[in-house]
């Protein structure tokens, strides 16, 4: 008899924060959803997702995918600014960090490339 493995998931430990934010997006698409007089049903044969799914995601529950997050948003029309969640010019640290990184003054290479 195999051994099942016992699986560890973020769900289990994730910080506050976290959890506030999942279950708010779950709270606003669930909004989205009732505005538009849609049953959980029609928005999960929209999304291409099951319906059991989709209650994962308007509860907030952590371990639901990301894809069936933003298949439900693209069913609702609201995809659009998903890709702008980690886009490079909104991550102020990581440009600080980079910007920290430059060096102060230019150097010439210490080979010329004379290959005219």
Do not use: N
Request: net charge positive; proline share 4%.
């Amino acid at each position: 008899m195999p051994r099942q493995k016992k699986q560890i998931t973020y769900a289990h430990a994730a910080p506050a924060a976290v959890e506030q934010s999942v279950a708010q997006v779950g709270r606003q698409i669930a909004i989205a959803r009732l505005r538009r007089g849609w049953r959980q049903q029609d928005l999960a044969e929209k999304a291409g997702i099951t319906r059991a799914t989709l209650v994962g995601i308007e509860q907030g529950k952590l371990g639901t995918g990301f894809g069936a997050y933003v298949a439900v948003l693209w069913a609702l029309g609201l995809h659009q600014d998903v890709v702008q969640l980690a886009a490079p010019d909104r991550d102020a640290e990581g440009l600080t960090l980079e910007a920290a990184r430059l060096p102060s003054r230019a150097r010439p290479s210490s080979t010329l490339d004379d290959d005219f």
